[in-house]
């Protein structure tokens, strides 16, 4: 393809030394029987290129020759233009960031109000809510108040509640790879943190005891 009455004259071709690789592209203007070339090297493998632009990188060279500030210009705008993306994405990156920590305290309040306050009915939910929280990282120092889940490859399911327990530190705690049995020994009895489990809503846990006790025999 011409642009401007300019054709390649040879197929692009590189130019190799030592670890620099350099595309060569000459490009003609023909003008009855008289025609004058132009030759520029580029940076990089450019020999898959589409020849119209090629022929435009090396006007462009030339153009940046004849009339430097004209090519200044041109650089400070592509510049201006790459610094107005940069700037959207990072405001984009910080809105996203932003609506990402109000989902966080959104799923931290769902746990708190009814995971910790045993208002989940079925098991499944429970899962649903746990699943939200990643998974504990061995070595990792979670900070007070923080909440994670593990996995309780033990756990017997008994309403679809899943493998899955979730754990609130009370104070900073490094996650060693322990087990749930090991987290319910020490680190629950000293108040370190607090294991939530699903065990069916506080109506269910009263009405499971008032039963018990009126089929308790009377003494």
Do not use: C
């Amino acid at each position: 393809m011409a642009i401007n009455g300019y054709n390649l004259s040879t197929k692009p071709y590189l130019r190799i030394s030592g670890s620099n690789v350099e595309t060569v592209v000459e490009i003609q203007l023909s003008e009855g029987n008289r025609y004058s070339t132009n030759s520029r090297s580029f940076p990089g493998d450019r020999t898959n290129e589409s020849e119209d632009v090629l022929i435009q990188a090396v006007l462009d060279v030339l153009k940046a020759e004849l009339d430097p500030g004209s090519a200044i210009v041109k650089t400070q705008a592509q510049l201006e233009q790459a610094n107005q993306k940069i700037a959207q994405n990072e405001s984009e990156q910080n809105r996203l960031s932003a609506l990402a920590n109000k989902i966080d305290k959104v799923v931290r309040v769902m746990a708190q109000d009814s995971i910790m306050g045993e208002k989940i009915a079925y098991g499944t939910t429970y899962k649903e809510l746990v699943e939200l929280f990643p998974l504990a990282e061995v070595g990792k120092v979670y900070e007070p108040g923080a909440i994670f889940a593990i996995e309780d490859p033990n756990h017997t399911e008994i309403n679809g509640e899943g493998k899955r327990i979730l754990i609130q530190t009370n104070q900073s705690f490094t996650y060693q790879g322990e087990t749930l049995a090991q987290l319910e020994g020490t680190p629950s009895q000293n108040g370190l943190l607090a294991i939530w489990k699903w065990e069916g809503t506080k109506n269910d846990k009263q009405t499971q005891t008032s039963n018990e006790l009126e089929t308790k025999p009377v003494q």
